[in-house]
């Protein structure tokens, strides 16, 4: 069993910064990918960032914006997100594949005023 612990939401004014983080703890033998998603109210939940294999991902909407991070040592992921925008707003969750299972986070949430 792998235990996610997200941490960093919160609210901000349209332009500022937050950074994400999640820490993985439990029984983890080789985590491949870690990504973050989110789901704002009434909508479905979207693929923001993943790192997987060296290669990253990052949805067409927050490109330039956003920055996925990963500490294999620590084995934790990190979502830096800049300029964020009132459209930004939802719930994050933190994701990673291990052993061929995901594991999701609790969700932080991140309110963006205008």
């Known amino acids: 069993q792998v235990q996610l612990v997200e941490s960093g939401g919160g609210l901000v004014q349209a332009g500022g910064s937050l950074r994400l983080s999640c820490a993985a703890s439990g029984s983890i033998f080789s985590i491949n990918a870690m990504a973050w998603y989110r789901q704002a109210p009434g909508k479905q939940r979207d693929l923001v960032a993943e790192?997987?294999?060296?290669?990253?991902y990052y949805l067409d909407s927050v490109k330039g914006r956003f920055t996925i991070s990963r500490d294999d040592a620590k084995n934790t992921v990190s979502l830096q997100m800049n300029s964020l925008k009132p459209e930004d707003t939802a719930v994050y969750y933190c994701?990673?594949?291990?052993?061929?299972?995901?594991?999701w986070g609790k969700g932080t949430l991140v309110t963006v005023s205008s």
């Open positions: 790192t997987s294999g060296g290669s990253t």
């Open positions: 994701n990673v594949m291990h052993l061929g299972i995901p594991y």
